[in-house]
């Protein structure tokens, strides 16, 4: 038989690149397009998925069978239109794995922040009790080969269950993981009881006789305990609520590397479920014990030598890019090192998200040392998506919210690069400038960061 085939537009990114994996593991032919190139799409081009750079009308051929887009691609893109002229069904990359979780016991794992640390150690301790889930993650992982996707052979199914213009209500999840609710995405949402009601959402689609686990020690959460309560009354679902007071949080302190009470509420989390499933504790911890870490999570990158001085800098790469993400980083580097100083280059992710969220920003960088902002990164077609449109400053808000840190925290110390251009003198000039003793240097935020990493540190 003739092979099905896909087409993905936008494949490079982490949710699709994962999705793209799945089909090939289904043994169907897929191809895809995207604006450039990255490590992502390399690592797809080694496995003979063909993907081009730049999008055209050519990139869409006849007989294909599906195109998935991403989100922020709109239905006037001209891949899009050449599918639709061609009698080629088109969904979302929500939708597509909506349908593909209706096919599995699916667990979805939600929630503002952690989802794929969470996601990561419940696949992992998954796999050590012999489960074999199929393992969609938002980050890569060296247990799978550094990739995103891990292809299992039992039922399960884990996926992280993204609320971003509301992906995770086209999901059919068996369980669920609720980590937390905080004010995020409000471009799309508008407010933040809007945010909530999509979570309520979220859990209303698990399947009836299904577990639910959550998040106690989250305010936003917790504040619809009567809610949720109501929700699992009519849908027969088992409610676990955790917390870090539970006896199970210090057998975890214990057996975690990763550092960070963020990190022992994460796995918490995948703990409580898994306990929940019948899972052994001793398979659970000792997944948890053999945990290192994932890409662009407190990811060790290397090491910055600055000329002239005896030390070499300790160089990570760093997810966060929201201010509740900022501060528990940060706080749980301040733990991993104590005496040392720590120095934060932060590039903001969306313009409408500093704004909305600049007076937490200005707050959120207090256990650093040095803060080093850049300019805003902006997602292309990112604005497309959002149904509450807000006035955005005409300012450089990332200037702007260096004035706000200097007036708030007078004894912190911070500056602005305006640019990136001679990106590793800057960084030298700034850091023997500011600190005298050993430091880290955490790159943080969601955009293009990662790639001004391999120009400082030594090869």
């Known amino acids: 038989m003739k092979k099905k085939r896909v087409h993905m537009v936008g494949i490079g990114g982490i949710g699709m690149s994962a999705l793209a994996r799945y089909f090939l593991a289904q043994n169907w032919a897929v191809s895809g397009s995207d604006l450039q190139s990255s490590s992502i799409i390399h690592g797809l081009s080694k496995l003979g998925i063909k993907v081009k750079i730049g999008h055209k009308i050519s990139n869409v051929v006849k007989g294909t069978h599906l195109v998935i887009r991403t989100v922020a691609v709109l239905l006037t893109h001209p891949e899009i239109q050449q599918a639709e002229r061609l009698g080629i069904p088109v969904k979302t990359y ?3 794995l909506g349908e593909i979780t209706k096919k599995y016991e699916t667990i979805g794992v939600a929630g503002a922040h952690g989802k794929s640390t969470t996601t990561s150690l419940l696949a992992l301790a998954m796999i050590r009790a012999k489960m074999d889930p199929t393992v969609f993650v938002g980050t890569k992982l060296w247990e799978f080969g550094d990739s995103n996707f891990y292809l299992g052979e039992s039922p399960y199914l884990v996926v992280e269950a993204d609320e971003y213009g509301g992906a995770f209500l086209h999901y059919s999840p068996a369980h669920a993981i609720v980590l937390n609710i905080d004010k995020e995405h409000l471009d799309y949402y508008g407010t933040f009881a809007e945010v909530q009601r999509a979570f309520l959402g979220f859990i209303a689609n698990v399947r009836p006789g299904g577990i639910v686990v959550l998040n106690k020690d989250n305010v936003a959460l917790w504040g619809l305990v009567k809610r949720i309560f109501a929700i699992a009354k009519k849908r027969d679902l088992s409610l676990f609520w ?3 007071n539970n ?9 975690l590397r990763i550092p960070g009470e963020h990190n022992v509420s994460n796995a918490l989390a995948a703990y409580t479920l898994l306990r929940a499933l019948k899972v052994p504790a001793r398979d659970i911890l000792f997944a948890f014990s053999r945990f290192m870490g994932s890409w662009r999570r407190m990811e060790h990158r290397g090491l910055l030598k600055i000329q002239d001085t005896r030390y ?6 760093d997810y966060a890019h929201h201010p509740t993400e900022i501060k528990a980083t940060l706080r749980a580097f301040r733990e991993k090192f104590p005496k040392k100083k720590i120095v934060c280059v932060f590039q903001p992710h969306q313009m409408k998200r500093l704004q909305l969220l600049f007076s937490d920003f200005a707050d959120a960088f207090e256990d650093a040392d040095l803060i080093i902002l850049l300019s805003v990164y902006q997602v292309a077609g990112r604005e497309q998506v959002e149904r509450f449109k807000l006035k955005v400053e005409r300012v450089d808000l990332s200037k702007k919210l260096v004035k706000e840190i200097r007036k708030r925290h007078s004894k912190l110390s911070v500056e602005y690069f305006a640019d990136t251009k001679n990106f590793r003198k800057k960084m030298v000039a700034a850091l023997s400038g500011h600190i005298h003793s050993s430091a880290v240097l955490v790159m ?5 960061i990662f790639q001004l990493t391999d120009k400082l540190i030594e090869k």
């Not at 006896?247 to 057996?255: D, G, H, L, M």
């Not at 070499?312 to 790469?317: I, L, R, S």
Request: aromatic share 8%.
């Open 94 to 96: 929500p939708e597509a």
């Open 444 to 448: 943080m935020g969601a955009g293009d």
């Open 247 to 255: 006896p199970a949080a210090s057998r975890i302190r214990k057996a």
């Open 312 to 317: 070499k800098t300790q160089v990570f790469d």
């Open 242 to 244: 955790y917390s870090l």
